[in-house]
């Protein structure tokens, strides 16, 4: 199941609304809120974290590969955020 919008009306051409249940999944896992923690644990810049927890609309490639690369996260850490 996917857990964006591609129909949004107000996001532009080939972008999508974010759902914001995956960035408060993202936020559970965050590290540290900089361009070096943020690449290497989801593979996104600071800007790109600033408009997903904004809710603003981003490239609905990049949120597919949000998505996989969460449940990856998620399943290698038996469910939780960080593990124990």
Known sequence: MSVFDTGSPTAPKGCT???PRLVNRMRSMVTRRNDEA?????????NTWRKLIAGEPVRASL????????ARIEQENGGEAHPA
């Open 38 to 46: 943020l690449n290497a644990r989801f593979g996104i810049s600071y």
């Open 63 to 70: 949120l597919s590969r949000l998505e996989e690369r969460v």
């Open 17 to 19: 609304a974010v759902d």
